[in-house]
């Protein structure tokens, strides 16, 4: 009897332990109430979260020295929320509506801030900050990071002594910045944006740490800019937050247009990809 009865007391107390359980979760599965996940509300603790103001877009020039006209220009936009760098080759016949001429026209007479302006206008998007780089600067940050290897499509005659085999190969800042200086002319290649692409790749490494100072220190002495020690504080976090994320984040960003009385016009489709790609802000 006593055996009969311990089991009894076995079943009642395991039928009573699983009823239990069956309506704790009912009440957890159709309660309104829920656990709240604990996120940082703010990036000013040890845990970073992307944010729309870390976004933003730089135009960057390539000239022969500090002293020399810029002949190559970019739109590279920083859309960090998105995890990408894409990268616009701008030529120089580039139509800007606003100004009823050309990129390198509105450079002449305004300089980077005008380009800068004319860019705002066309995209509909803030392009604050620009820089222009050197054959000095590239040379200085290949020597820092390493020569950036390079698929060329075909062969390019730099000169009668440098003929750039087709095909993929390691390339020193003089060079690099040799083929900027050769492609300059041309609305349609798209080397020098996927150039531009695995420079920028190259750089973001280097910021977090010594060699970002001594990047920015250069940049400052040496190029063209408006970038502060305050806008280039801003972005360590962001920039390190996205090499931990891909660890080459930007790309060259193919756009399309037609040439109209001697002025490159992106056609609708792809001033709209343009504009959608862009990071909000």
Known sequence: M???????HYIASFGLAFSALTIFLFVITTSKFYIKPIFPETQNGSVYLPD??????????????????AFSFFLVSFNITQGNIPVVYLPLNLYFPDENNTLEKVYGKKGFEGVCSSLENLLEKP???????????LEYITALGGNIKINLPKKITLSSNI???????FFNGGLIYEIYEKL??????????EIT?????????????????????FTVNNCITNISYKDFKKILRPT????????????SLVLTGKIVDGAF?????????????????
């Open 127 to 137: 392009v604050a900050k620009y820089i222009c780089l050197n054959k000095a600067s």
């Open 163 to 169: 003929v750039l085999k087709q095909g993929s190969q």
């Open 52 to 69: 729309k103001s870390d976004n933003f877009n730089l135009l960057l020039a390539v000239s022969e020295d500090k002293s020399s006209q």
């Open 240 to 251: 390190d937050f996205l090499c931990k994320l891909n660890s080459s984040p930007a790309f």
């Open 265 to 281: 016009c992106y056609d609708d489709f792809s001033l709209k990809s343009l504009k959608e790609i862009i990071g909000e802000f």
């Open 184 to 193: 300059s002319v041309q609305s349609k290649s798209n080397l020098p944006s």
């Open 197 to 217: 692409a695995q420079v920028i790749n190259l750089i973001f490494p280097l910021l977090n740490g010594g060699n970002g100072e001594r990047i920015f220190n």
């Open 2 to 8: 006593n055996a009969k009865n311990s089991f009894k």
